[in-house]
């Protein structure tokens, strides 16, 4: 008998086999690397970002667009120059300073005469060389550092007494700061022209008289808080304290800071236009502290 190979054991080889297969082509990068500059991708097309590089080296090399940028500048200066100039022909920056030139002593020294001036003996302003002296060394200078950060504390409590009586809103406290501002403007207008009216020489200027209408803020904040503190009761007695404290100052300070010293030569009608001008503008001050805060105390 013919026996049967035992292929079991091998392993299989084709042969003479004419077609094998091919290995697939690597997949594309998903990213395209830019590091070498402008780069051409398959087809003509410029790789992504290349183009951003190309347009910036080319305008930092290119003399138009060189010359254009600093045309830019110099029309950015210009007007620069033009604003800092038309800034300065109705706000004097010096004379702005001199009112904002305060110390941490000047300051806890105003505040107690704004509480309390009955004691306060000298109201003259000191002077350096025909120059008043700033804040920080005569308590009798008027500043504008208190008023401003009066203002500001006055809107942050009327925030927190409506919020305390479920009144807050963004607009209503946007109105009680607008309103308290335009009283204010309103005042100083007012005193301006009453000053023109009274023929009153004087070194009064807007920023005086914008600092004296402002410190009408100190007695809102004493007479809120209290009110909140101690209820109606405590705000009307701390209202007729800071009221009659603050009528006190103005007409000490209007009289021998400003108008005093110009006004004892003056006519005797003119004399009591001034005074009347100057009793006007403290007894005026009560009115606007109280229409300003009574809506803030219940």
């Not at 409506?162 to 309103?186: D, H, M």
């Not at 103005?250 to 006004?263: H, K, N, Q």
């Amino acid at each position: 008998m013919l026996g049967i190979p035992d292929t079991s054991s091998a392993t299989y080889k084709p042969t003479g086999s004419k077609h094998r297969t091919r290995a697939a082509p690597d997949p594309p990068p998903l990213f395209d690397d830019t590091s070498g500059g402008y780069s051409i991708q398959p087809g003509g097309y410029p790789a992504p970002g290349a183009d951003v590089a190309f347009n910036v080296n080319h305008l930092l090399g290119d003399p138009v667009a060189n010359v254009a940028m600093a045309y830019g500048s110099s029309i950015a200066s210009h007007g620069k120059d033009i604003v800092h100039k038309e800034l300065h022909r109705f706000v004097s920056v010096n004379k702005l300073k001199y009112f904002f030139a305060v110390d941490t002593a000047y300051v806890a020294k105003k505040l107690g005469l704004l509480v309390f001036p009955y004691t306060h003996q000298n109201w003259e302003v000191q002077y350096s060389r025909d120059v008043p002296l700033p804040p920080r060394q005569d308590l009798n200078a008027p500043d504008l550092y208190i008023p401003t950060m009066a203002f500001i504390t006055y809107v942050l409590l009327a925030g927190m007494a409506l919020g305390i009586q479920k009144r807050f809103s963004p607009e209503v406290l946007g109105l009680c700061a607008s309103t308290a501002l335009v009283w204010v403007v309103l005042e100083v207008l007012a005193l301006l022209l009453g000053v023109y009216l009274a023929t009153v020489r004087s070194d009064l200027s807007t920023f005086h008289l914008l600092a004296y209408s402002g410190y009408k803020y100190v007695g809102m904040i004493l007479s809120v808080l209290t009110g909140l503190l101690f209820g109606s009761d405590g705000y009307y007695v701390a209202l007729a304290w800071t009221s009659s404290a603050l009528m006190y100052f103005i007409v000490r300070s209007l009289r021998t800071a400003a108008l005093g010293p110009d006004s004892m030569g003056a006519p005797a009608p003119r004399q009591r236009l001034q005074l009347y001008l100057t009793l006007g503008a403290a007894a005026f001050q009560p009115l606007i502290i109280y229409w300003l805060t009574f809506h803030l105390v219940r």
